[in-house]
């Protein structure tokens, strides 16, 4: 029928303006490396933040000693107890455990968010066994990761300049981060230093790094999205401190705020932006990260059932609750390898509360997963080509030793999202060339934040 023929017609037009053929691709990651530059230039110089973490050396093995990492990342928030025995035992004893935050809390003040944290890790503390054993005198030593925009004032305090991922907490902006958990600890009767504030790219890269001596650079994709590296300190002309001794400096680029003319964004995206917390801002993290790849498909759903009726005459109230449909939905109907599609019909069911589906109709809901986790995934290859661009590693030299880099990976949609890891990887690959993609490797470096932190925490030891 006629409204069949208007599905389709939506169906490509999306298609169309989710392409990203290699040329696209190219113009990203040149974009992004121009991008980095102005960033590393001056305060404010681009999107980019591209800010500087403190951190000035990475793990080296030898870190010893029992610390505490605190992992508030989007969705979840982890605390974690490590003990860790220097370059022949490394990580001798790992202990965590993971809460959800109460969605409430994200828009409250900061004092309950933090209070919320605080309480949470003390009861952990309260568990501490007997292999995690204190030196007499001490202080418990904590890395805070922390994956929201903050612009440090050393390696152990900042201030947040500003909330992504559902979060909107007026009074902590502009407040020192650190500052917020002491005062929340303090409350609780919690006595612990804060000796590192990282952000999660920079933990996932400094854990990344302790295993993996060629790690150079970290992406996240989880409910955000974001990537830090190893820049040259003099190659940062904002920077105004003296030069680091190792002559690096960890950049946290805050990539989740790229955007770009080049980057294909549809009717969908620009909707989701304007409706959202944050408009205007992170928009490639809009289109790439978790939090926001199952409502870019409810929007085009419910385009569909409004213009096309495409779940028949009447529109499934529950298609009109944003973010209804989550990613980790998304990505289960769109690995649905049975004939008849069953795992579609049943999501399409229990989540839309629509009885029946047709086999075209899933077909259709199929493609639409493909094309949002493929744009997303290729785009997410590009920045990392972008960084390596921006490295001087994206093509082998003439005349010397090919340098390996690796890239450290994080993140519930990388581990999770097999077509979208698999898109990703493959589309570096295309970007790379042959030649060069022997020299690169990507890699997930499992909790890397949460052990990174506590590895800076273990270097920057008030003890050492
Ligand atoms: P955070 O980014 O909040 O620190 P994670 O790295 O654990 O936390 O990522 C969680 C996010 O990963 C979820 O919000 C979701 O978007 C995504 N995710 C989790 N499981 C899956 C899945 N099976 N398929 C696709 N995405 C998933
Ligand atoms: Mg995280």
Known sequence: SGKWGRVIEILKVFEEDCATPIGKLRQVADAMTVEMHAGLASEGGSKLKMLISYVDNLPSGDEQGFFYALDLGGTNFRVMRVLLGGK????????FEELSIPPPLMTGSSDELFNFIAEALAKFVATEGEDFHLQAGRQRELGFTFSFPVKQTSLCSGTLINWTKGFSIEDAIGQDVVGELIKAMERVGLDMNVTALVNDTVGTLAGGRYYNPDVVAAVILGTGTNAAYVERANAIPKWQGLLPKSGEMVINMEWGNFRSSHLPLTEYDHSLDFESLNPGEQI????????????ILRRVLLKMAEEAAFFGDSIPPKLKVPFIIRTPTMSAMHSDTSPDLKVVGSKLKDILEVPTTSLKMRKVVISLCNIIATRGARLSAAGIYGILKKLGRDAPKDGETTQKSVIAMDGGLFEHYTQFSEC???SLKELLGNEASDSVEVIHSNDGS???AALLAA???QYL
Do not use: A, F, N
Not at 88 to 95: A, C, F, L, S
Not at 284 to 295: A, N, P, Q, R, V
């Open 450 to 452: 949460g052990v990174g």
């Open 88 to 95: 022949q035992d490394r990580v001798v004893k790992q202990e």
């Open 459 to 461: 270097s920057h030891s």
């Open 424 to 426: 990703m990887e493959s």
């Open 284 to 295: 490639l993290e809009k289109i790439i990260s978790g939090m926001y790849l199952g409502e």
